[in-house]
């Protein structure tokens, strides 16, 4: 890679004069100095509040004004105006530590092949007051998939990405509102590896007025559909080096899915366990079995209660 590659921090903002000003100084407090800060003002209808702390900072950031379409639609937008060779999202409400783009270029040096790296976080309250630290558990880059479904291990802000990576997969989508970020991730990891590094390089905000506490009628549909998306274009072989049984595998992501809320996803998955059941012997057979009725009777005793009753009767 370049040893000094152009790094491109881009914040979306849509009615953010609340936290906009902190997250522009932490971007411009940078230690590594090869950056531009992207403020793309999302349709903003605060009286132009928004517009005029952007605007406060004169040519040391570069600021777009777009109409309002959505987060997803402001990257985009960002994303096609940058000149760095890396991309970093930055939602305005969060806040980078000073050496986040520092150490992960430097982590990045290290590498011959083109990789997203992303790291740990401390969640923050309104007044920036630290809630706690969010370590993400340690994930073997080749099982990255396999953690994407259900298991939450990457923040989007705390990630920097290489641009030819977008220039490849393509653009966020626009269709969705809370789940634009992860959709993305799962594309990306289909072709490319996320690797972790444990430094806690982001302070994310925990306020009512967040995109996914507004829009929270959104996040149960759009998840369900994007997991459902997400279990029809896993690559077999992404899986079957860490799950012997494929099919197994769904059984336990069914279960997964259904332990965090999203029923419809979890329902798919079951019918893609068994559409994808290729019991060659008996051990594998009673293996699947065996989890099958455990996580039945651990997530649905209501209904395993029902049938014995009926069964027996």
Partial sequence: MNVNPKVSIVIPVYNGSNYLREAIESALDQTYKNIEVIVVNDGSNDSG???????????????????????????????HKMTGDYFSWLSHDDVYFPDKIEKQINYLKNEKEDIIVYSNFELIDSNSKTICIHKTVYTDPQYFLFYLIGYYPISGCTAIVPKKCFDDIGDFNQNLKTTQDYEMWFRMALKYKFKHIPDVLVKSRVHPEQGTVIMRNYVLDEG?????WCLNNLLRSKIVPFEKSYS???????????????????????????????????????????ILLFNLILFYPKYVVKKVIKYFM
């Fill in 49 to 79: 509040q928004t517009e005029a702390i952007a605007k406060s900072y004169g040519n040391r950031i570069r600021y777009f004004y777009k109409e309002n379409e959505g987060v997803a639609s402001a990257l985009n937008y960002a994303i």
């Fill in 224 to 228: 369900n559909k994007l997991y459902i």
């Fill in 248 to 290: 197994l595998y769904l059984v336990k992501v069914a279960f997964r899915l259904k332990e965090i809320g999203f029923s419809e996803a979890s329902k798919h998955a079951f019918i893609l366990s068994y559409k994808n059941f290729e019991g060659s012997n008996l051990m594998e057979i009673l293996n699947y079995i065996s």
